[in-house]
């Protein structure tokens, strides 16, 4: 079965440093997103993707998050100068059309120290 | 600003018991509300109900809505150990069709006792 891939599986950095969390989306899916999960509260919405712009986002992402596909198969987010705050596990998915279909990659769980 | 709320927190019962997981909602919008299962990592689909009344069914769980009353159920019968996860509800609006995004529930841990 056709599988979200992320890397790594657990990244640790330093508060202020840079990250970018990497996701490989199903290949012939159309439409990408990024939740996160901080530990013990729900998972929450922070961007989707669509023919290489974003078509929605919410409030928790500001100006230090950014999401790319730089290659047609990678789709990145990009966290600028974390903050302990950012601790959370993040997951990609992919659909090929809106939530029908929608598949969660197994996670990044990024610790911010 | 669309709202889940599942009850219970969290479930503790034994081998063989049967259960139901509670999900009620407020959004603007909706289109369909969708259900998962979290055991280590990523959420896992078990089912997405667009319409009131029509129970969907997959081996020992099915799950119903009631959109007049804005909620669903899940229930499992004769759980296993394996049954154990946190059991996440969301919802699924209309902001731009393709783009939906999913507003989740805080989950219910059920944990099955041997």
């Known amino acids: 079965e056709p599988e979200v891939t992320q890397t790594p599986s657990h990244q640790v950095t330093q508060m202020g440093q840079e990250v970018i969390l990497r996701c490989v989306p199903i290949?012939?899916?159309?439409?990408f997103y990024w939740y996160r999960q901080i530990l013990g509260q729900k998972v929450e919405f922070l961007v989707s993707?669509?023919?290489?712009?974003?078509?929605?986002k919410s409030e928790i992402f500001d100006d230090q998050f950014s999401v790319e596909r730089p290659d047609g198969s990678n789709f990145t987010l990009k966290i600028r100068s974390t903050k302990l705050e950012d601790s959370a596990m993040y997951f990609c998915a992919s659909s090929e059309q809106g939530v029908r279909g929608y598949t969660f990659g197994s996670g990044t769980r990024l610790t911010v120290v | 600003e669309d709202k889940v709320v599942q009850s219970p927190l969290s479930l503790v019962v034994h081998e063989g018991d049967t259960v139901t997981l509670n999900c009620s909602y407020e959004v603007t919008n909706f289109r369909s509300l969708l259900w998962y299962k979290q055991e280590k990592k990523a959420p896992t689909f078990l089912f997405m109900l667009?319409?009131?009344?029509i129970e969907k069914k997959s081996g020992r769980l099915s799950s119903i809505l009631d959109k007049k009353e804005l909620f669903s159920i899940l229930n499992i019968t004769a759980t296993q150990t394996g049954d154990s996860a946190v059991y996440l509800c969301?919802?699924?609006?209309?902001?731009?069709?393709?783009?939906?995004?999913?507003?989740f529930g805080t989950g219910t841990r059920l944990t099955i006792i041997p």
């Open positions: 667009t319409s009131s009344g």
């Open positions: 969301a919802v699924e609006a209309w902001p731009n069709f393709g783009n939906e995004k999913l507003t």
């Open positions: 993707f669509y023919n290489n712009e974003i078509s929605e």
């Open positions: 290949s012939n899916h159309l439409y």
